[in-house]
Every structure is written in structure tokens, then in C-alpha cells.
């Protein structure tokens, strides 16, 4: 009898399942068919269909042609951003299995369930390093706000990996937790995409290594560097140049906004070096706290890393406002230390911050107000998460806060 209702728990779960699969699948072939983006999955989708199915590199003029075909309909003209392939070899592999799929928006559809599924991922393991176990009701509330938060809409428009970048940071600290060094050190390794947003994060957690003395995620870290780029350099050694030179090619095309743009936009004159000096102090601030996590528990380091998330936009460098989705974390870890340590005045108060962001970015968006992504959204969540640093780094010493994680 056990046995049978396993088995039909079993069927019943799998029939669910491939429901919730067909039903997104069904929903984003509408959505890439009628909404226009996904840009950051079409470049190094076709460059590897190029490379694979024809041997011509991802980054020569011929895929270039064939993205921008593909993106504007036509060869790029004067003031249009050019969108060569600036991704390294040993990161375009993991395009690889989409780009046998021949019809680019069932690629780009399929692609977005793997998305769509990393909000849910991330959210749950955010909540299990921040020791929160929310009731039922408020979990749903808060997976329903990360569904419906601009910047996911933004991230499935623009098709952009950064979320699953995130998920991969979360998920190799739980494996540290879990005593699974090698494993965090492979899938930090992985995360090499964006680096604009991400690269800063990747230091600050290679430095928290080496002050552990973690060898193990150092070494899975290497062993996986190591494996993909051999593997690209024996697919095509010449790789490299071409890779840097259109790098320096987008960058120089300026297509996302920096602080730099933005305060030269407001003030002319002295523009450029207000945004110098909020770099400094972005870089001072991360500096300190890399200095501070030294030696420190997976738990200290997880607020230091959605520290490092936050800041990165306003250290002037180029960044796409889809790109905010990488600060979700951090958004999490504040709103589980406000529930864990000020119970209901927690709780309301969590709704009001998550209220607040909610509305204000999405009225960002419509009145077109970058500025609330790359500058005054970060500054708010940075200042957030120094109001909750305390609950964050701190393991609770009250005997209420140890039952309070427990159960």
C-alpha cells in the first residue's frame, strides 16, 4: 500500500511538473514572438551556432553580420551599437547545447524557463544562508514579488544569464556550509559572465578563500578555469585577440549607462568627477569590508557579498539596468533579518521596503528615469543592508532568536 502511494505521488508530481513546463513553454513562445529583445541570449547563442555548425569563429565579421541581421534586421548603422560577441570562449560553451536548437525562439523560449526557473531557485536558497524560514503564505507573497519585480521582466526581455550567475554565487556558499569545497569552487568558477557586474563578487569571495585558508574551493576554482580554457584553446587557439578587441569594440559603443554618463548628463562641468569620487568611495567601502570578512563564517561573507553586488553599479562602470536582478539577494537578506529580529514590526516593515522598491522602479522605468537603477536603487539597498548588518553578520545570541531560527 506504501508503495502504490508513492508510485501515484510519484505520477502525480511528474504530470504537474511537465504541466507547469508546457504551460511556460507555451507562454514564452508567445512572449518572444511578440516582444522584441533578447539580445543578450541571441549574440552568443549565434556565435556558437556559427562555431559549431560551420567552424567560423564567434568572433569574426561574418557571425558579427549574422548577429546584427538577426537583432536589427539589417548590418548595424552609424550610432547603433555593433554587438560583437564579447564573451570568452571557455564561457560561449555553455550556449552550446541551445544552439543545435534551429529555430532561434524556441531556443530563446526554452532559454527563459531555465530563467524564470532560477527566480525560485534563488530565492529558496537566499532564504536557507539567511536562516529564515517564512511561513507558507508569506512565501508565496515573496516568490509572486520576484516573478512580477521589473528587474526579472527586464531580465527575460533582454534574455540576460546574471540571475543564474547569482543563483551560482548562493548555491556554492550553501555547498561551503555543507562541506562541498570543491563543488562551490567549480560553480564559482562559473560565473564569469558579466563580469562588469559580477567580476568585483568573484574577488571579494576568492580573497575570503585564501584568508580561510580554503584550499579545496581554491583548488575546484582553478581545476575548472583550468579544464575550460584548454578545452577552448584546443577548439581555437587564436581566440584571445579577437575576444579582447571586441570587447574594446562594445565598451568604446557605450550601449549601458554608467554613473560617469549620468553625472555628465546633469553637470557638465564638474560631472565626470563626482562620479570619481563616488567611485572611490564605492571601491573604500568594498575594500573595508573585504578587510573585515577576512577569517570570518559563510554567513558574514553572504552579507558581503550582496554588499559587493549592491555597490558595483556605482563604481562607474557600464551597467544594464537588467542587470539590478544580481542585487536580489541582497533584497532577501534584508527582508530576513527584518522578520528574524523585529518579528511583526519586521514584517511590516519588509512589506514596506519591498513595496517601495517595487513601485519605484517600475515607475523608474515608465518615465524612463535610468538613474533609479545604476545609482539611487543601489545607494538604498547599500543603505539597507548597514541597517541589517548587525542580524546579518552576527549569529543571534538571544536563546528566542536560536528558536526562532530553528523552527
Known amino acids: ?17 511537465t504541466g507547469i513546463i508546457g504551460g511556460l513553454y507555451w507562454a514564452n513562445i508567445q512572449f518572444v514572438h511578440n516582444v522584441t ?30 548577429i546584427q541581421n538577426e537583432i536589427y534586421g539589417h548590418s548595424v548603422s552609424i550610432g547603433q551599437y555593433p554587438y560583437r560577441v564579447n564573451i570568452p570562449l571557455f564561457m560561449l560553451l555553455f550556449y552550446l547545447p541551445l544552439s543545435w536548437v534551429g529555430d532561434v525562439f524556441v531556443a530563446r523560449a526554452i532559454w527563459l524557463i531555465l530563467l524564470e ?6 530565492v529558496l536558497v537566499c532564504l536557507r544562508l539567511a536562516r529564515w524560514k517564512p511561513h507558507w503564505a508569506l512565501l508565496f507573497i515573496i516568490l509572486l514579488y520576484f516573478v512580477l519585480w521589473l528587474p526579472s521582466i527586464m531580465m527575460l526581455v533582454t534574455a540576460t544569464s546574471i540571475l543564474l550567475q547569482a543563483l551560482l554565487f548562493c548555491v556554492a556558499l550553501r555547498s561551503i556550509e555543507l562541506g562541498s569545497d570543491e563543488l562551490a569552487g567549480g560553480l564559482i568558477a562559473l560565473t564569469l559572465l558579466n563580469v562588469e557586474a559580477t567580476g568585483l563578487v568573484f574577488l571579494v569571495i576568492v580573497a575570503w578563500v585564501l584568508s580561510t585558508q580554503r584550499w579545496r574551493v581554491l583548488g575546484g576554482i582553478g581545476m575548472m578555469l583550468a579544464l575550460l580554457f584548454s578545452l577552448s584553446l584546443i577548439l581555437l587557439p587564436s581566440w584571445i585577440l579577437p575576444f579582447l578587441g571586441s570587447t574594446i569594440t562594445n565598451w568604446r559603443a557605450g550601449l549601458a549607462p554608467s554613473t560617469y554618463n ?6 557638465p562641468g564638474i560631472g565626470h568627477r563626482l562620479a570619481q569620487i563616488l567611485a572611490v568611495g564605492a571601491l573604500a567601502t568594498i575594500f573595508v ?24 553599479p556605482m563604481l562607474g562602470v557600464p551597467y544594464s539596468p537588467a542587470w539590478v536582478v544580481f542585487t536580489m539577494p541582497g533584497l532577501l537578506l534584508v527582508i530576513s533579518v527584518m522578520n528574524l ?59 528566542a532568536d536560536e528558536i526562532a531560527l530553528r523552527g
Open 1 to 17: 500500500m506504501r508503495n502504490a502511494q508513492k508510485s501515484l505521488l510519484l505520477i502525480i508530481l511528474v504530470v504537474f511538473g
Open 37 to 66: 529583445g533578447g539580445t543578450e541570449f541571441i549574440v552568443p547563442n549565434r556565435a556558437m551556432k556559427n562555431f559549431i555548425m560551420e567552424g567560423i569563429t564567434p568572433y569574426g565579421e561574418l557571425t558579427l553580420l549574422n
Open 117 to 122: 526557473f532560477s527566480i525560485f531557485g534563488l
Open 262 to 267: 549620468l553625472f555628465e548628463s546633469w553637470m
Open 289 to 312: 569590508e573585504m578587510r573585515a570578512v577576512r577569517g570570518q563564517d559563510v554567513r558574514w561573507l553572504f552579507w558581503t557579498l550582496c554588499l559587493t553586488a549592491a555597490v558595483t
Open 341 to 399: 529580529r523585529w518579528k511583526l514590526f519586521g514584517l511590516v516593515g519588509s512589506l514596506i521596503v519591498l513595496m517601495c522598491v517595487f513601485l519605484g522602479l517600475w515607475t523608474a522605468a515608465l518615465n524612463g528615469i535610468v538613474s533609479a537603477f545604476i545609482l539611487f536603487y543601489p545607494i538604498f539597498l547599500t543603505l539597507l543592508l548597514y541597517w541589517v548588518r548587525w542580524g546579518s553578520v552576527r549569529q543571534p545570541r538571544l536563546w
